[in-house]
């Protein structure tokens, strides 16, 4: 029983359920007919009908008497109802799960290619998990494993799914398209880590939700490097000296030092704002990578040139926020190095 009810999660019909068994040479291993089959399927999908609601809660699965699951193939059932397309959740990423993106549906399910059901069954799991885990104390990515008994590699997708949502990052807009569901579940990852509250203290409310507010209060204190012209004098030297006959795009990132601290110190000091927050990605696109794309770096390049930059803020003499900045640049150089596809 429910040897093969988990395709029934990406076959939106019965048929389409029986043609994947025919490929797969089910008639040959069991010896029987295609009528046999058929109806072998349809109870399978009867009996998947009236276990889903279970797996909306999957701890539920476990201790139900009524269908005969062994435990790994209930793992196996759960992973595969909380899977997800790639190309689905990059089209909702970041949006509210409200009524007015479910709306929006067909026209993704017509884009991605996905089916109609497929996107209401994964559109309504993001809205499941954010609703169980938005208000849970403790790691994001423990509770989800916890409620949803998923992998660690699914409970850190749906943590960067709830992650974007709470935080209404713009992911959508066309200069950011180029990035993979991917690149922004490495970033909120990064930034999880790091910039909420739970980063600093375990046992606060949405803890991992949360960016630091205190953290980004703090930030505002960086813009003494490119206000002080002396100090923004001073870093661009001791950059410069550190790069110099290393890279063939010296002269470039010699030229740029200053529209390129600019646009990283001024990304810091605006995060206090919401609005700026959403647009944290754009601007990382625009005011750093754009640039630097368009000055044919590399990302050997850009690595390079993060590291004596990040590094050399130790050496400047009056500058004393090395604390906030090693937590600000440590997640920036992650996030630029995962979102720089030169």
């Not at 004098?233 to 110099?244: E, P």
């Amino acid at each position: 029983m429910l040897l093969h009810v988990t395709m029934i999660v990406f076959c939106p019909t019965v048929n389409d359920a029986v043609k994947v068994r025919m490929e797969g040479g089910v008639l040959d291993e069991c010896e029987a007919s295609a009528d046999v089959l058929l109806s072998d399927t349809m109870d399978q999908y009867r009996t998947f009908q009236m276990c889903e609601r279970l797996l909306h809660s999957p701890a539920k699965l476990a201790n139900q008497l009524l269908f005969q699951i062994p435990p790994h193939r209930q793992t196996v059932l759960i992973e595969r109802y909380y899977a997800f397309d790639d190309a689905f959740v990059r089209e909702v990423l970041g949006k509210k799960l409200s009524k007015g993106t479910k709306k929006d549906l067909d026209d993704i399910s017509a884009k991605t290619g996905v089916t109609l059901k497929s996107c209401r069954r994964q559109f309504d799991n993001f809205k499941r998990v954010f609703k169980v885990v938005e208000e849970l104390k403790g790691p994001l990515v423990e509770n989800i494993r916890q409620h949803f008994l998923l992998s660690d590699k699914l409970a850190r997708d749906y943590a960067a799914i709830v992650f974007f949502t709470n935080n209404r990052f713009e992911t959508g807009k066309r200069k950011l398209q180029y990035l993979t569901f991917q690149d922004f579940a490495f970033c909120a990852g990064q930034l999880i880590n790091n910039w909420t509250v739970g980063a600093v203290d375990n046992m606060v409310e949405d803890m991992d939700v949360d960016l630091d507010k205190e953290f980004l209060q703090e930030l505002k204190e960086l813009k003494i490097l490119i206000t002080d012209k002396d100090l923004l004098d001073q870093h661009k030297s001791l950059v410069c000296t550190a790069l110099r006959g290393k890279t063939k795009a010296f002269n470039e990132m010699e030229a740029n030092f200053k529209n390129l601290s600019r646009g990283l110190v001024n990304i810091a000091a605006k995060l206090t704002n919401t609005k700026d927050v959403r647009d944290f990605f754009i601007d990382l696109v625009e005011k750093f990578i754009e640039p630097c794309r368009s000055d044919r770096w590399t990302a050997a390049d850009m690595k390079l040139y993060l590291t004596h930059y990040t590094n050399s803020a130790h050496i400047l003499d009056t500058f004393k926020h090395q604390v906030v900045w090693d937590r600000y640049m440590g997640v920036i150089k992650s996030c630029i190095f995962k979102m720089y596809h030169d």
